[in-house]
Each structure stands twice: as C-alpha cells, then as structure tokens.
C-alpha cells in the first residue's frame, strides 16, 4: 500500500494525495501499448488528473462499468477513459450501459448484447485496472452522492452486512460479493477482475477503512493508494 499521511487536511486533499501516489504506481507499472481498465469516482478522477503525458505510451484504456449518469458525469467511467487516454497515446472503449438495473433479468438479457460482450472483452484483456472504494457509512456513499441511491437504500446495505464496493460489486467485511444488488449490475465479473495482474485501488479518509478491509480480503483489489 502507498499511504499519503496528510493530517489536518480536507478529505479532497487527502483524496488528491491518494490519487497522486496512484498516479505516480501506474507510470511505473504501464507498459506501451497495454490496456488498462478503468472504473469510475473521485478518487480514480484524481488519479486520472494527477497522471503525466504519456503519449509514446500508447496505452488503451476500458471503461470496465456501466455508466453512473449524467448527475456525477466528471467522475463518471466514460469521461474518465476518454480523459486518460488522450494522455496515454491510444484509444478507449465504453460499455455503453447503465450501471444498476430494475432486475436481473433485465441484466442478463443486456450482458449478452454484442457491444457489451465486446467492452467486456477488452477490459478482460486488461494488464492494469484503476478502481476506488465506495462505502456504505452514512452519508459517505458515492452512488448517495451521484444520485443513484437514497440514503435509505444505503442504510439497507448497512443492514444486510455491506461494507463497501468497488468496480461496481458490493461487499461485507469478509470480501463476500454474494448480495442481490449484485445481480443487478453491469460490469467486468469480480472473477475477471481479480485476473488482472495489477488492480490498484484509490481511497482516502476514515469512513472507507471498512471498505478497504473487505476489499483486500477479498482480493477484489492488490494495490491500495
């Protein structure tokens, strides 16, 4: 892990730190012309910011998520692989979907479309995936924040033992993915994203600590700045 020891700073200091050092572990791990897959939310936008030019590179970046929506659009996966590939020098691939589904039928009839079989096939070609860590401590949800869950309905994965997420997939304490809301979710399968050689994870402040504990444990992220 890379810790950015900022004490007495704002949470969007720390999180700036945490994003500099995820920078700074990615220059050095990219290789030219690999392809890294990339998830959505502040602490992957300030990793993206804080990143270099790196043309000569000619890195391919996957949006590996559904879309959140307009509401948290500068964070939001889309946005995030058309910016970090315009410094990487190669090109980038959306999964042209929505996140959450009503059910997941309606899920499961989308993962079989052509262009989200396809998205997800670039992103499992992936050497490098750049993901954060949601929470589920009141009022410190990002899905709260981008408006796709109220507060009741993160109060009610409190409820059932949810801790956190990250790529898209919720989780306990113990790593344990297995939740109906993850029915219901379009995104690279956490078996997929644990292939990944190298999965680096951006988060900052106290409320994701329970978050970060699950998430190592359950070997849904490797690196953690």
């Known amino acids: 892990a890379l810790v950015a020891d900022l004490p007495g700073k704002t949470h969007e200091e720390q999180l ?3 994003g500099q050092l995820a920078a700074w572990y990615l220059e050095e791990v990219l290789t030219p012309r690999s392809v890294l897959a990339i998830s959505w939310g502040s602490g992957v936008a300030q990793a ?5 030019q790196l043309s000569h590179l000619q890195v391919d970046v996957v949006h590996m998520i559904g879309s959140v929506g307009s509401i948290a659009s500068v964070i939001d996966g889309p946005e995030l692989a058309r910016r970090l590939s315009a410094k990487l ?3 980038y691939h959306y999964l042209h979907a929505p996140l959450f589904l009503n059910s997941s039928i309606t899920r499961d009839g989308l993962m079989e479309q052509p262009t989200i079989v396809e998205a997800l096939q670039h992103a499992r070609a992936a050497q490098v995936a750049l993901v954060g860590v949601g929470t589920t401590a009141p ?3 990002s899905f709260l924040r981008a408006g796709h869950m109220t507060e009741e309905q993160v109060a009610e994965l409190r409820d059932q033992g949810i801790v956190g997420e990250t790529a898209g997939w919720h989780f306990d304490m113990q790593g344990n993915a297995d939740f109906s809301i993850n029915q219901r979710v379009i995104a690279l399968p956490l078996h997929d994203l644990k292939r990944i050689p190298e999965v680096v994870a951006v988060a900052g402040g106290r409320a994701k600590t329970r978050s970060v504990v699950g998430g190592l444990r359950g070997g849904h992220v490797k690196g953690l700045a």
């Open 16 to 18: 700036a730190g945490a």
């Open 48 to 52: 993206v910011s804080a990143m270099s």
């Open 89 to 91: 020098g190669g090109s």
């Open 139 to 141: 009022g410190a949800s």
